[in-house]
């Protein structure tokens, strides 16, 4: 395995991809987004962080973090979220894929891909683009047609700052919406 060098910027602001293992479609679920919810809240008491923006996908979820002044220790807390996500989703009945006697090995489960990635955000122009890219994430996967029309994201919270238009992006109504390409984001990111 390559030796990844993970970006540790105290007090910074990150981007993140979490990715359920093999892609399970699970997470917009009643009971996974209850759970989560308090997994990240949990974490949260212990392990300050604050949570910009957020969306939550069948597999998948991006947020942006804003860490503490002098912590960047965002890889502790991912994995108590991810630890205390796995046990009361097991617990209460929830599904884990098969894995690998390795993984076994390692005492994971099969619930969570291993890691995640993430993204030192450096600028406001790079924080507007990731939030963004989080807030149309559920378009470019065609859960969607309109960022608004998508419950498990921060979008509205954004439009009540007056950040974003509340038709941003809407092809509700027979309204065209020009589609939004990335490109200039890190493909890995973009999953």
Not at 38 to 47: F, K, L, S
Not at 69 to 85: E, L, N
Not at 184 to 189: M, N, Q
């Amino acid at each position: 395995m390559p030796n990844y060098k993970r970006a540790l910027i105290p007090g910074g602001t990150y981007f993140f991809t979490v990715v359920t293992h093999a892609r399970a479609e699970f997470l917009c679920d009643g009971p996974a987004r209850r759970l989560l919810r308090i997994a990240i809240r949990d974490c949260q008491a212990q392990r300050p962080f604050t949570v910009q923006a957020f969306v939550l996908l069948p597999d998948h979820l991006h947020c942006i973090w804003s860490m503490p002044d002098g912590d960047a220790d965002y890889s502790t807390r991912w994995g108590v979220i991810k630890k205390a996500f796995t046990e009361a989703w097991l617990e209460a009945g929830g599904g884990e894929l098969g894995i690998s006697v390795a993984r076994k090995g390692d005492r994971r489960r099969g619930v969570w891909q291993p890691r995640f990635w993430e993204h030192w955000i450096r600028d406001r122009k790079d924080f507007e683009r990731h939030l963004n890219y989080i807030h149309y994430n559920p378009v470019k996967h065609g859960l969607v047609c309109c960022p608004h029309a998508w419950p498990y994201s921060t979008f509205m919270r954004w439009v009540k700052a007056g950040v974003y238009e509340p038709s941003w992006q809407c092809a509700c109504e027979g309204r065209q919406a020009e589609p939004i390409t990335f490109e200039d984001l890190p493909e890995t990111a973009m999953e």
